[in-house]
């Protein structure tokens, strides 16, 4: 059984939920999100309360049940908080710029690296931070990841993108003999 499954989804004020054709959209002041609901599960809209509950007895339904709980719950918190990943550039000469929709990276290849920002996603960059904020936790997410991996960060001097935040191991590097 699913914890977080069973416990529902309070609707904070201002935010509405639809379930039409096996479609969830969920309407707030930072956006709209929709999602397609599997067979699978059952989502109920009432008062204010999104429930789901699993629509059969299988191990994939019983997987899908918390899955798509978690979906609605971070569907409610994007339209109303919005989600953020930060990302911090390390190297010198390293830096990143946006021009319009796109970001530019000049991360010491030979040619700087477009990335045409997704669909809701903006950004900002202030001298070595990226700060990427959506409503829709699953496309900043991956936009992020995507950026890092432009120049992940190397293990002898930490140089590259990383999250803000994030530890990197260091190696010792070779030994004076």
Do not use: C
């Not at 204010?48 to 007895?57: D, F, H, I, R, T």
């Not at 911090?88 to 010491?108: K, Q």
């Not at 030979?110 to 829709?136: C, F, Q, R, W, Y």
């Amino acid at each position: 059984m699913s914890r977080l499954g069973k416990q529902p989804v309070a609707l904070p004020n201002g935010v509405e939920a639809t379930l039409a054709d096996s479609v969830l959209t969920v309407k707030g002041p930072k956006g709209t999100l929709t999602r397609t609901v599997h067979k699978d599960v059952n989502i109920t809209i009432d008062n204010g309360v999104v429930s789901v509950a699993p629509a059969a007895e299988t191990d994939e339904a019983r997987a899908l049940w918390g899955t798509f709980a978690a979906h609605v719950r971070n569907m409610v918190t994007g339209v109303t908080e919005g989600f953020t990943k930060v990302l911090e550039i390390e190297g010198v000469g390293y830096r990143a710029e946006l021009r319009g929709n796109t970001l530019v990276l000049s991360m010491g290849f030979s040619h700087p690296v477009e990335m045409e920002l997704p669909e809701g996603v903006a950004a900002t960059v202030e001298k070595n931070v990226i700060t990427l904020t959506a409503a829709d936790k699953e496309v900043v997410g991956q936009f992020a990841a995507n950026v890092r991996k432009v120049k992940k960060p190397e293990p002898y001097k930490g140089k590259g993108i990383r999250y803000q935040g994030e530890y990197i191991i260091r190696k010792q590097g070779k030994k004076a003999v």
